[in-house]
């Protein structure tokens, strides 16, 4: 591949002197990240709601809370976000949100990220999220900034010095 190449895998950052993210600019990623997932789950719900209106349903009627409908359309948007969320750090290591923050996701050892690692990466963050966000605050403690899903991954986030150019 080019070397100039806009979606070049980062340099290596094993036994690099980059800084490990902080977390409360991880969050402001996760809060602008918010918006285009938003973006993804309305269009899903639409979809979802003109199949269940097509499929004889009144068109003022709303999907069952718990149904088997309603379970499938959560795991839709768990699965779209996670899809946004792998083919962004695929791409670049940066989603919409990383970028303004200068945030990027590599592999810890400068290998170039691999699907499986980005899926147990997107998994293990939800499961922190769920767990109040432990995972996340760990990283306050943790001596290389690393969360949870960063170790289980074998992935870290950096932060990026500002383009001097």
Same mark, same amino acid.
């Given at each position: ?22 977390? $409360?600019?991880?969050?402001?990623? @996760?809060? *602008? &990240?918010?918006?285009? !997932?938003?973006?993804?789950? +309305?269009?899903?719900? +639409?979809? +979802?709601?003109?199949? *269940? ?12 809370? %718990?149904?088997?409908?309603? %379970? ?7 699965? !779209? #976000?996670?899809? *946004?969320?792998? /083919?962004? %750090? ?14 990027? !996701? !590599?592999?810890?050892? $400068? ?10 990466? *997107?998994? /293990? ?6 767990? $109040?966000?432990?995972? +996340?605050? %760990?990283?306050?403690? &943790? ?6 899903? &960063?170790?289980?991954?074998? #992935?870290? @986030? ?8």
């Amino acid at each position: 591949m080019h070397a100039n190449a806009p979606h070049d895998t980062p340099e290596p950052v094993a036994g690099s002197t980059r800084a490990g993210a902080h977390v $409360g600019k991880r969050l402001l990623a @996760m809060l *602008y &990240d918010l918006l285009p !997932v938003l973006s993804l789950w +309305f269009l899903l719900g +639409f979809l +979802f709601t003109l199949g *269940y209106t097509l499929a004889g349903h009144a068109p003022r009627e709303n999907i069952a809370p %718990w149904s088997p409908l309603q %379970w499938l359309l959560w795991l839709c948007c768990w699965l !779209v #976000t996670g899809a *946004y969320a792998t /083919v962004s %750090w695929r791409r670049g290591g940066q989603t919409l949100g990383l970028r303004p923050w200068r945030l990027r !996701v !590599v592999s810890a050892d $400068g290998a170039a990220l691999a699907w499986p690692a980005l899926w147990r990466r *997107y998994a /293990v963050a939800t499961l922190s999220l769920a767990a $109040g966000g432990l995972g +996340f605050w %760990w990283a306050w403690i &943790d001596r290389d900034r690393l969360t949870w899903h &960063d170790r289980a991954a074998g #992935t870290r @986030m950096i932060h990026e010095p500002k383009n001097r150019s």
